[in-house]
Each structure stands twice: as structure tokens, then as C-alpha cells.
């Protein structure tokens, strides 16, 4: 094997460098807050970005003595009315760092962010990689699309100990992804799950062994875990699953240590609010509710009490209070959940319980439920054709969601993502369901 470790070691002391020392103070306040269930956002750091936004960005001088908790829940659709109001004075977009959506939300959307916001995201990448047990300036393999990758930017990623994978199940390249992680120790492979999944296939398939010590943590982002998922992860790589809860406009909000379910958050960086489903008030403890969070660096474009789309509810100690450092269960995007009942009470239902449910049925690969309106659903199942998996999967719908009018399954053998990549197991057709539940909500 080659010297790794040697490698590893000039770009931690390059860092160092780079940032004189911002990186490890950062990363050691990073990795405590993960370390702490109980762990919140610090009241002088929310007053403090509060403070910058009121004088600086023009929406929030507008809102001058509004406490933090009564101001208005802010999402893309609100930023993107009307931009300018949500900058701070003097930042100009085509001088900060951006980054773009995928736009899986339903809305395309470029944040941007200022060098000291950039800087403390690396010192975040730092803190949380210990945390999770991984040398953060040791190898990567990189799961997710790479839109026209050249030679020079493969090359250049190479230098920093990183591989790029597209999800490729050509043999020569599934062969070259085998060859460097077996020349490395400690990597960490990272990616969007259905990739992931992509690539521990073809291994099987080209009885392709990895050795133990190898990689060190497997961190799955994007999507759902799924069963095959975390049993291949151990049974192929010798390590469990750990998972990343993370968005473009923020950053990294929290991890799942190996093996373990629950998301430990961010707090240093983010103050967490889980808000219920149709209106700004505090979830009741342990109930399923909207994540809100706060960023607490980013100066050029601040995110105060911002909807990030997910829900989630917060773990609860032994005595049933809330742990505000601890996400018990991330349910997925507001998007994500299909609607049961009927047109006078609708009502959301919960994505990842049909989600487990299904990987019940033998013999799916992969499956994709489309809601048409209410009561009626389409299965598109990527499976041998079998009347035992229509049943089943009827079954899943009348269980979970109930009042089902029509349930039609249909058999592919393509991959079911959407134009980003990723695995999209709920796609709803239904126009507008916000406005279902708002409906009946005021009636």
C-alpha cells in the first residue's frame, strides 16, 4: 500500500495553514455539539446574527423588535419573491460562493454564502468526520453524479486523496473503484444511497472483495436508507451505515454514528425548531413536525428561522423531555408524504413507514409510488412480474394510508430517479396538496 498516512498528514498540515488554526477550534466545537444529545444553539450566537441581519439585511430592519421567536418563518419560495430584501447590503452575488438545488423541493434555488461561512462549512466537515471516527483529510470515494468530470478535475481530485464514482457499472471502472480502495486504509465512502447500492451490486456480482480495514465509514446522503443498503454496507465493507442529514442552502445539520439511527445535530452551526404541520407553533414533544433552522454564520445571506422543507421530530430523554441535539426519526421532505382520508379530511401520512413496509415484499428491486389525486395510487415496480407483489403491495396502501379507490401496478426494468439522480420512491401528481390540507384545515 502506498503511504497514505503521509499523504493524509501534508493536507491536514496544509489546512492548518490555509486557515491559521480557525479549522481545529471550529472542528472541536463542531464535534462536542454532536457529541451532546441535549445539546442547543448558544442564545449569544442566535443574538448575535440576529443583530447582523437587523442591520444590515433590509427584510429583517423591517421587522426591527420583533423577538427572534415571533419572527415570520421564512422558505425559498418567500427568498426567491424577492432576493435583494433577504441580502445583506453590500453582498454581491457574483462575488460569493453559490451553490445551487436540485431542485428535488419542487423549487430551484441558489444560496450564497461569505468567506467566513465557507470557511467555518470546512471546520464543520472537520468536527463531523472525527465525530462519525474518520480522518477528515484521508481518502474519499464520492457517490453522486459529475456532470462532465474532465481529466484535469478527476486528476485534480486524485492529488486530494478523492475518487469521483457516477454510479458507472461498466467492470473497468468498478474494477479501478475496487483497485484504489484496496490500496487505501480508512477511506470513506460517500454518496446518494441508491449509488451506493449501485456499487455493492456490481462488487457481488464481480465477486469483488473488499479488505477488511479498507474503508472506515460508509455516510449515505440524499435518500432513504433502505434494508439492502445497511446489510450490504456491513456485509461488504465490514463497516455499518452512518447517514448525513444535510441541504444546499445550509449545509451539514446533523449524522447518524455507525449503525445507529437517530441524527445528532449541528448545534454549534444551527439552531434547530421542529414547528407542526400547518402553522409556526412549537411541535409538541416527540410529535412529527416542519424543521426550521437557523444558520448562525452565514453573514451575505442569512437564514433566520428558515423552512427547510423536512420533518422530523426530536428524540425525548427517559423523562419525556425533548433532546434539541437529537433528531429521533427524519421523516423526508414535506413533498414526500401521500395523502390519506378523504377531500373533506386529508391528511398526511408518514413516507418512510410505506417505504419500510415495502422492502417486506420479496422479490422488488426498486418501486415508486405515484399518488394521482386522493385514493388513487400507481405502483411502478422494478421486479419480475408477480401476482403475490400486487397483493402485497395493495396491502402496504390499505394498511397505511386506507380509502384506496384505485391501486394499479406497473413492472419496468429501468432505474426510477429523477433528472438529478436520485431515487425517488413518492412522486405526488396531485396539483396542489398544500392547498387540500389548508382547505380542510379552515374548515
Not at 462575488?95 to 436540485?102: G, H, I
Not at 478535475?153 to 454510479?167: D, E, M, P, T
Not at 439552531?271 to 402553522?279: A, M, N, T
Not at 377531500?343 to 417486506?360: K, Y
Request: charged share 25%; with cysteine.
Amino acid at each position: 500500500m502506498p503511504a497514505a498516512p503521509a499523504v493524509s498528514a501534508a493536507r491536514r498540515a496544509l489546512a492548518a495553514a490555509m486557515s491559521r488554526g480557525r479549522t481545529e477550534r471550529g472542528a472541536r466545537s463542531v464535534r462536542r455539539a454532536l457529541e451532546q444529545p441535549g445539546s442547543q444553539a448558544s442564545p449569544d450566537r442566535i443574538a448575535r446574527i440576529l443583530a447582523h441581519a437587523r442591520a444590515h439585511v433590509p427584510f429583517y430592519r423591517a421587522l426591527a423588535g420583533t423577538p427572534f421567536a415571533q419572527l415570520p418563518v421564512v422558505s425559498k419560495a418567500m427568498i426567491l419573491e424577492d432576493l435583494p430584501t433577504f441580502l445583506a447590503e453590500g453582498a454581491r452575488p457574483g462575488r460569493l460562493a453559490s451553490r445551487m438545488s436540485s431542485g428535488t423541493s419542487g423549487v430551484i434555488f441558489t444560496s450564497y454564502f461569505d468567506a467566513r461561512r465557507i470557511a467555518h462549512h470546512r471546520a464543520e466537515l472537520v468536527g463531523a468526520y472525527r465525530f462519525l471516527g474518520a480522518d477528515p483529510f484521508g481518502s474519499f470515494l464520492h457517490c453522486r453524479d459529475w456532470f462532465e468530470v474532465t481529466r484535469t478535475q478527476r486528476r485534480s481530485a486524485a492529488l486530494r486523496g478523492q475518487f469521483l464514482y457516477a454510479a458507472e457499472e461498466d467492470e473497468r471502472t468498478v474494477l479501478e473503484v475496487a483497485s484504489w480502495l484496496s490500496r487505501r486504509r480508512g477511506s470513506v465512502v460517500i454518496g446518494l444511497c441508491s449509488y451506493l447500492e449501485i456499487l455493492l451490486r456490481r462488487f457481488e456480482d464481480l465477486d469483488v472483495r473488499i479488505e477488511p480495514g479498507a474503508v472506515g465509514v460508509v455516510l449515505g446522503t440524499g435518500e432513504p436508507m433502505t434494508a439492502e443498503l445497511r446489510a450490504r454496507t456491513r456485509r461488504q465493507l465490514g463497516v455499518p451505515l452512518s447517514m448525513r442529514y444535510s441541504n444546499t442552502e445550509n449545509g451539514l445539520l446533523g449524522f447518524t454514528r455507525p449503525g445507529e439511527s437517530v441524527y445528532s445535530l449541528n448545534t454549534h452551526a444551527f439552531h434547530v425548531e421542529i414547528l407542526r404541520d400547518g402553522s409556526d407553533a412549537a411541535a409538541a414533544p416527540g410529535e412529527v413536525g416542519r424543521i426550521v433552522v437557523t444558520d448562525l454564520e452565514n453573514r451575505a445571506l442569512p437564514f433566520l428561522r428558515y423552512d427547510t422543507g423536512d420533518m422530523g421530530r426530536f428524540a425525548l430523554d427517559a423523562s419525556g423531555t425533548v433532546l434539541p441535539g437529537t433528531l429521533a426519526e427524519l421523516s423526508g421532505r414535506t413533498r414526500d408524504f401521500p395523502l390519506a382520508g378523504t377531500p373533506s379530511a386529508p391528511r398526511r401520512v408518514t413516507h418512510i413507514v410505506v417505504l419500510n413496509a415495502v422492502e417486506h415484499i420479496p422479490g422488488i428491486r426498486q418501486f415508486q409510488l405515484r399518488q394521482h389525486d386522493l385514493g388513487r395510487f400507481t405502483w411502478v415496480v422494478n421486479a419480475v412480474p408477480d401476482p403475490a407483489i400486487d397483493a402485497g403491495l395493495r396491502a402496504v396502501l390499505d394498511a397505511e394510508i386506507g380509502d384506496i379507490v384505485s391501486c394499479e401496478v406497473v413492472y419496468t426494468d429501468g432505474p426510477l430517479r429523477t433528472g438529478t439522480g436520485k431515487r425517488q420512491t413518492f412522486v405526488s401528481e396531485i396539483p396542489d396538496p398544500e392547498a387540500l390540507l389548508r382547505a380542510a384545515r379552515a374548515a
